[in-house]
Antibody, heavy 122, light 108 residues
Framework: QVQLVESGGGVVQPGRSLRLSCAASGFTFSSYAMHWVRQAPGKGLEWVAVIWYDGIKKYHTDSVKGRFTISRDNSKNTMYLQMNSLRAEDTAVYYC???????????????WGQGTLVTVSS | EIVMTQSPATLSVSPGERATLSCRASQSVGSNLAWYQQKPGQAPRLLIYAASTRAAGIPARFSGSGSGTEFTLTISSLQSEDFAVYYCQHYNNWPLLTFGGGTKVEIK
């Protein structure tokens, strides 16, 4: 069965960096676009970034552009989110998520990991 | 940017009753609309995609309708496990995704 397991969250001071990982199993990882979605405490869902199945194309939401970078290693079935210059407003649970459709087709997210909490605080 | 507006923010319903949740897009998203359920401390779960297609394993009491800018999620007879927060999401600008603010379905 599809499994997505995030790691790397924790407490970090403003301005510092953190790298999140998402280990995937139970499906052909290299065939699917993957996303990061976050949820601030008590708030709704906010899409953060997406990476093409082959890693060639990447998109980030405006609020993290220039600070966060999504990447993937298909040989390790793992996706990453490098987060630099962290701010208090980046505090959230970060979810790793998979597209419903294979390759680059218009589709929603179908599977989600359980999330990893990032707290930015001095 | 297309804005997704969900209403009401909170819906109080008795078990066994019907629940109707609305999602409005600021411009047409065609049928590229999904619904998710999220329970406290859990990740979201896909319920409906393509506006009206139930995802695998989703009970028939969940149904979606609409196209363009107006969408509805209906839960025909609420079960205890259905009390949760529901989000709509459009993927018309895929791979960029936009979520609505959510509707909390609570026990009346």
């Amino acid at each position: 069965q599809v499994q997505l397991v995030e790691s790397g969250g924790g407490v970090v001071q403003p301005g510092r960096s953190l790298r999140l990982s998402c280990a995937a199993s139970g499906f052909t990882f290299s065939s699917y676009a993957m996303h990061w979605v976050r949820q601030a405490p008590g708030k709704g869902l906010e899409w953060v970034a997406v990476i093409w199945y082959d890693g060639i194309k990447k998109y980030h939401t405006d609020s993290v552009k220039g600070r966060f970078t999504i990447s993937r290693d298909n040989s390790k079935n793992t996706m990453y989110l490098q987060m630099n210059s962290l701010r208090a407003e980046d505090t959230a649970v970060y979810y790793c998520a998979r597209d419903l459709g294979r390759w680059a087709v218009t589709s929603p997210i179908d599977y989600w990991g359980q999330g990893t909490l990032v707290t930015v605080s001095s | 940017e297309i804005v997704m507006t969900q209403s009401p923010a909170t819906l109080s319903v008795s078990p066994g009753e019907r629940a109707t949740l609305s999602c409005r897009a600021s411009q047409s998203v065609g049928s590229n609309l999904a619904w998710y359920q999220q329970k406290p401390g859990q990740a979201p779960r896909l319920l409906i995609y393509a506006a009206s297609t139930r995802a695998a394993g989703i009970p028939a009491r969940f149904s979606g309708s609409g196209s363009g800018t107006e969408f509805t999620l209906t839960i025909s007879s609420l079960q205890s496990e259905d009390f949760a927060v529901y989000y709509c999401q459009h993927y018309n600008n895929w791979p960029l995704l936009t979520f609505g603010g959510g509707t909390k379905v609570e026990i009346k």
